[in-house]
């Protein structure tokens, strides 16, 4: 992270509870499965990387500066970034991004441009994401955002464990086709939840 867009200094973060959202778990309330089954918008993978992370740059306030932005970038050219992007009328609404790693996937941030983009972002990405096999779904803090989606916090002792075990295991974000069909993820995520 980086204190704001203008600091030249990069840090980690290691919070003492950690949030995680359930692949098995993610919360589809009846207000976003109605807006799932109204449509009106496109799903991608991967479509437009860049501008996933600008858009979550894009705000008074921000920890991405320019070369968090770079090395997110050559992350994403290297295979171990992902976006997924939510299109409305041809123009980007929302999306999120984040870094694959085994069978973990640390979600960095996201944003919306439109209302419930950012939601319909995490339940495309949280269905992919179970049917590749991750298993963890790493998002660093707790919002009331997240956690009305299923979001959990968990200790750094509990964190760690289930990190160590994903990363044991191999995922890849390629493992399945994107299925960009939002009656199959409401499909998917009824029988799952």
Same mark, same amino acid.
């Given at each position: 992270?980086?204190?704001?867009?203008?600091?030249?200094?990069?840090?980690?973060?290691? !919070?003492?509870?950690?949030?995680?959202? !359930?692949?098995?778990?993610?919360?589809?309330?009846?207000?976003?499965?109605?807006?799932?089954?109204?449509?009106?918008?496109?799903?991608?993978?991967?479509?437009?990387?860049?501008?996933?992370?600008?858009?979550?740059?894009?705000?008074?306030?921000?920890?991405?500066?320019?070369?968090?932005?770079?090395?997110?970038?050559?992350? *994403?050219?290297?295979? *171990?970034?992902?976006?997924?992007?939510?299109?409305?009328?041809?123009?980007?609404?929302?999306?999120?991004?984040?870094?694959?790693?085994?069978?973990?996937?640390?979600?960095?941030?996201?944003?919306?441009?439109?209302?419930?983009?950012? +939601?319909?972002?995490?339940? *495309?990405?949280?269905? *992919?994401?179970?049917?590749?096999?991750?298993?963890?779904?790493?998002?660093?803090?707790?919002? !009331?955002?997240?956690?009305?989606?299923?979001?959990?916090?968990?200790?750094?002792?509990?964190?760690?464990? %289930?990190?160590?075990?994903?990363?044991? +295991?191999?995922?890849?974000?390629?493992? %399945? !086709?994107?299925?960009?069909?939002?009656?199959?993820?409401?499909?998917?995520?009824?029988?799952?939840?």
């Amino acid at each position: 992270m980086a204190e704001s867009r203008d600091s030249a200094e990069i840090f980690w973060v290691d !919070p003492r509870c950690r949030g995680i959202l !359930p692949l098995d778990g993610f919360h589809i309330s009846r207000s976003l499965a109605r807006r799932i089954r109204c449509g009106g918008y496109q799903a991608t993978l991967n479509a437009d990387f860049d501008a996933v992370v600008a858009g979550c740059a894009d705000r008074r306030e921000t920890w991405i500066n320019d070369e968090i932005a770079r090395l997110y970038g050559e992350l *994403h050219t290297s295979g *171990h970034a992902h976006s997924l992007e939510i299109w409305q009328d041809g123009a980007l609404a929302g999306g999120v991004y984040g870094v694959a790693i085994g069978a973990a996937f640390f979600g960095e941030s996201m944003f919306s441009r439109r209302t419930d983009a950012s +939601k319909l972002a995490l339940a *495309h990405l949280t269905d *992919h994401l179970w049917r590749c096999g991750f298993e963890l779904f790493d998002t660093q803090f707790i919002t !009331p955002h997240l956690a009305s989606l299923g979001a959990v916090e968990v200790s750094r002792a509990i964190y760690r464990r %289930r990190l160590r075990a994903a990363l044991a +295991k191999p995922a890849s974000v390629n493992a %399945r !086709p994107f299925d960009p069909s939002a009656q199959s993820v409401l499909q998917r995520r009824t029988q799952t939840s």
